[in-house]
């Protein structure tokens, strides 16, 4: 059975920096692409930072230059580190992956649980 676990979430104060993981386990052949979504308070869910199974990265205009979305293919994790946080990126984070099960099949697509970070002094 596919899983994704996130974790890092909590709260800081602005200027501060936390560091979100999102680790899949089962039985997983290799990753395609995974994302970071946010959902802020009474928002659509948006999308923050994705990384593709090239390397290439993307990221939403509100946190280019603070964000920095790597993964650790080894571990089958995606992390993303949040640095110079603001008031405005308090939200609750979820992982979403495109994960292949077996070879020469298209990818399944996973969601985490969310994990909620909230800037506040």
């Known amino acids: 059975q596919v899983q994704l676990v996130e974790s890092g979430g909590g709260l800081v104060q602005p200027g501060g920096s936390l560091r979100l993981s999102c680790a899949a386990s089962?039985?997983?052949?290799?990753?395609?692409?995974m994302n970071w979504y946010r959902q802020l308070p009474g928002k659509q869910r948006e999308l923050v930072a994705g990384?593709?199974?090239?390397?290439?990265?993307d990221y939403a205009d509100s946190v280019k230059g603070r964000f920095t979305i790597s993964r650790d293919n080894a571990k089958n994790t995606v992390y993303l580190q949040m640095n110079n946080l603001k008031p405005e990126d308090t939200a609750v984070y979820y992982c979403?992956?495109?994960?292949?099960?077996?070879?020469?099949?298209?990818?399944?697509?996973?969601w985490g649980q969310g994990t909620q970070v909230t800037v506040s002094s």
């Open positions: 979403n992956a495109g994960l292949f099960l077996e070879p020469l099949r298209p990818p399944m697509w996973y």
């Open positions: 089962g039985s997983i052949f290799s990753i395609y692409a």
């Open positions: 990384i593709t199974s090239g390397g290439s990265t």
